[in-house]
């Protein structure tokens, strides 16, 4: 499914990310993990084709993965950055247009508030929710819209308890029904629920090395 071969960027001469290679199958979580600065955020823009990558490649079913080619952009569900709302559309109108880009039905954007716990706050205003609950509409985008592949920094961030939980319940259905999950992540409990491989992204390049 995501074939990522000796992916390399830099940043003003100093190597962040360092001939990684992995493959992603349908049915797998895969966990970025490293100390902070190890360059999992930046493996995954280079992977969504939000940053370039100065060499390797990144395949997407055997092509080079092409973020402007609509059936990748259909397949290819990349929240890494933090989200620009617009100032006059409510939370479910925010979700509502996305589904609707995708053909998907009104219904799902009822069923995403509910399963991210936004259901009373469909009539809000994004900027005046708190910032766990922000991440919970972030995170609404993956249940509106198709995807086979869902990339994610550190989803964790600002969730409660609760939220984790279930968020690596959602994870780890959503490989079961044959999808893919690349995350960023430093909660180790989060990747247990959701049955990620994890991938060391420095020790990859190390053991790359032999
Ligand atoms: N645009 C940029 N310009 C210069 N350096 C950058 C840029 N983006 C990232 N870096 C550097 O690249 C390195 C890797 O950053 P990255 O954000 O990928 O790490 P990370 O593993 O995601 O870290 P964290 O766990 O803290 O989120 C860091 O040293 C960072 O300062």
Redesign the pocket.
């Known amino acids: 499914m995501l074939e990522v071969e000796s992916l390399q960027r830099s940043?003003?001469g100093v190597r962040?990310v360092d001939d990684l290679t992995f493959t992603l199958a349908a049915g797998e979580v895969v966990a970025l993990v490293?100390?902070?600065?190890?360059?999992?955020?930046?493996?995954l823009r280079c992977i969504a084709g939000l940053d370039e990558c100065d060499g390797g490649a990144v395949l997407w079913d055997g092509s080079p993965l092409d973020e402007r080619d609509s059936t990748t952009r259909r397949e290819v569900c990349a929240l890494l950055d933090d989200t620009a709302w617009f100032p006059d559309l409510t939370v479910a109108e925010h979700l509502a247009i996305l589904a609707q880009a995708h053909g998907e039905e009104a219904r799902v954007v009822v069923d995403a508030l509910d399963a991210l716990g936004l259901a009373d706050l469909g009539d809000r205003m994004p900027a005046t929710l708190s910032s766990g609950q922000t991440q919970r509409l972030r995170l609404a985008q993956a249940l509106v819209r198709p995807w086979r592949l869902l990339a994610l920094d550190?989803p964790e961030q600002r969730l409660d308890a609760d939220g984790r939980e279930w968020l690596g319940h959602y994870l780890r259905a959503c490989a079961d029904e044959g999808r893919a999950v690349l995350m960023?992540s430093?909660d180790h409990t989060l990747c247990a629920i959701a049955g990620a491989r994890l991938l060391d992204?420095e020790r990859a390049h190390e053991r790359a090395d032999g």
Do not use: I
């Not at 490293?34 to 493996?43: C, F, R």
């Open positions: 940043f003003g962040v490293g100390a902070n600065g190890a360059g999992k955020t930046t493996t550190e960023a430093h992204v």
